[in-house]
Each structure stands twice: as structure tokens, then as C-alpha cells.
């Protein structure tokens, strides 16, 4: 009896040590979401009077900018609108300081303006220049880009600037991201030609848009831009070749998949990597809602 017990015993044991069937494990690649495809355009509110910078908020929502009012509002992610801060004066591209701090490129009075989180606007940075839009990167660092100066400078919070890229190629310059390979990308709003940064101080021409440009976003392993002029929303590849995900040249704020989809000079855009969302304002003042799948 004991040597039959012993017998079962060691039978269990032995089936609980089983070599693990490796047909059973799951060995599909994550999604390479640096190719997702647009599932769904949608519409957060169009209860806004011109909308161009778009910065995500700390609570989730997002601050947004209404350059010809002046303005900055908030949008909460129900799409409820909250005005924030007036007296600006044409403020449009903005971003959001290590310190909480709104900064906003403020056309009308040559400056990079610093909205406190309780609302109160101080001067960051007087250009003497024209500014369009100013970029915080992953480090921290405040990059201003001058419209008509052909140049990007970066500047610290007291005031001091020192330029990291200048070329006769500069046209309008509006946009700065962060990209490939952790590179500098520019963009000029008024021909549609965005830059790759060489590393000594110059650009290389990467990317062509059929039109004026809007914004740049480096999003989930991808550089993605709005396309101003053709009310288009691009991506664009580590080798600069475009691909048109939603839109076309039919100014309109139509919802639906990427074929029916329509925008109306498309803007700012913001990412959500959690959600695979990408958010774009538009001149024609709304937030739009682009949710995107997996190849």
C-alpha cells in the first residue's frame, strides 16, 4: 500500500513538471503603430472663434488658443469650452514649460509670452521679431523659431538665446519637432518645406507638402504634419516619403473614416500614445478627434 502511494505520488509530481506545449504561446509581434491607418474622424466641439495652438493639458483636456480674439480657452475632453486668459495680442503656437508655464507665440507684440497656471501673462522672451510658434522638447529646452528671421534659436528662462539652426531656406518658419533618430526637424508655413537638421548648425530639405504647412508632431515612432493649405493630414517617413492619411483638398468639417473625412485648414496637433488618438485644431475653429488602428 505505502509503495503504490509513493508510486502516485511520484507520477504527480512528475506530470506537474510536463515541458510547456510551445504551440501555446502567443508569438504575434506587437502592432507597429508607427503605421497605423486612420480608423475614425470625429468632432471634440466647434465652439471655438479660430483655433490654432493646441497643448494637452495636465488634467487631460487641452489649452487652446484663438489668435484674431486674443484668447486662450480650455476644451475638457467632454468638449465643453472654458475661456482662460484675453488681452493677448494675435497669440498662436504654443507649449507647455517643464514648469507648468503656457508658452505662447504672441505675433502681435514680437514675443514668446509666459501664462502662469493661475493666468497671469508675463513676457518670456521679446524677439523683435515675428514668431508664429514656440516648441518645448523632451529635455526641457525652449526653441523659437522666427518667421521672417531664418533662424531657430533656443532660450533659456532668463531671457538668454542662442541660435541652433539658420538657413536662406527658412521661409515662414513655423514648425520645430523633435523626429527621427532624435533629430531637429523645421517647417515653413509658407512653402511647405520642412528640414532636417545636419548637425552643424545647418538643414537638409526632407519632406515636400503639396501646400502650406500647418504643425509637426513626432507621434508613436512617427512624424506626422498638417497640411494648412490642403486641409490634409500627413505622415511622413524616416526617408521623407509623404502618405496622406484623412482629408483632401475639400475644406470642410465633415466626420467619418479616412476616405469621407473632411478638415478645414487642420493645425495643431497633440497625441494621446495611450488612447492611439491624435487631436488637430483647425483654423476654422474646432478640435478634432483622429483615432487611429493598428496595420
Known amino acids: 500500500m505505502r509503495t503504490s502511494l509513493l508510486l502516485l505520488l511520484f507520477g504527480v509530481a512528475c506530470a506537474d513538471k510536463t515541458p510547456t506545449d510551445d504551440s501555446a504561446v502567443d508569438s ?49 475632453l467632454d468638449g465643453t469650452v472654458t475661456p482662460w486668459v484675453e488681452g493677448l495680442l494675435e497669440g498662436y503656437g504654443a507649449s507647455l514649460a517643464p514648469d507648468g508655464a503656457l508658452l505662447v507665440a504672441e505675433w502681435g507684440r514680437q514675443r514668446v509670452a509666459r501664462i502662469a497656471p493661475d493666468g497671469e501673462v508675463t513676457s518670456y522672451y521679446d524677439l523683435g521679431g515675428r514668431v508664429g510658434n514656440v516648441y518645448v522638447d523632451p529635455e526641457g529646452a525652449v526653441l523659437v523659431p522666427w518667421f521672417y528671421g531664418s533662424k531657430v534659436e533656443q532660450v533659456t528662462a532668463e531671457g538668454v538665446a542662442t541660435t541652433i539652426a539658420q538657413s536662406v ?51 508613436e515612432g512617427a512624424l506626422y504634419a498638417t497640411g494648412w ?32 473625412a473632411r478638415f478645414e485648414n487642420p493645425n495643431g496637433l497633440v497625441g494621446d500614445a495611450e488612447a492611439h488618438v491624435l487631436y488637430v485644431s483647425q483654423t476654422a475653429g474646432a478640435v478634432r478627434v483622429v483615432r487611429l488602428e493598428a496595420p
Open 169 to 219: 531656406e527658412f521661409n515662414g518658419l513655423h514648425g520645430v519637432m523633435v523626429g527621427y533618430d532624435g533629430d531637429l526637424f523645421f517647417a515653413n508655413h509658407i512653402d511647405g518645406k520642412i528640414f532636417r537638421a545636419d548637425g552643424a548648425g545647418g538643414v537638409t530639405l526632407f519632406a515636400q507638402l503639396p501646400d502650406r504647412f500647418g504643425n509637426l508632431l513626432f507621434f
Open 28 to 76: 504575434t509581434p506587437p502592432p507597429d503603430w508607427s503605421r497605423a491607418v486612420v480608423a475614425e474622424v470625429t468632432t471634440l466641439t466647434t465652439d471655438l472663434d479660430g483655433a490654432d495652438g493646441l497643448v494637452r493639458a495636465a488634467d487631460g483636456g487641452f489649452y487652446v488658443t484663438e489668435p484674431q480674439q486674443g484668447r486662450v480657452k480650455r476644451v475638457a
Open 229 to 260: 493649405g490642403d486641409h490634409t493630414l500627413y505622415r511622413i517617413d524616416a526617408e521623407g516619403a509623404l502618405e496622406a492619411l484623412a482629408g483632401a483638398d475639400e475644406p470642410d468639417t465633415v466626420d467619418g473614416d479616412a476616405e469621407t
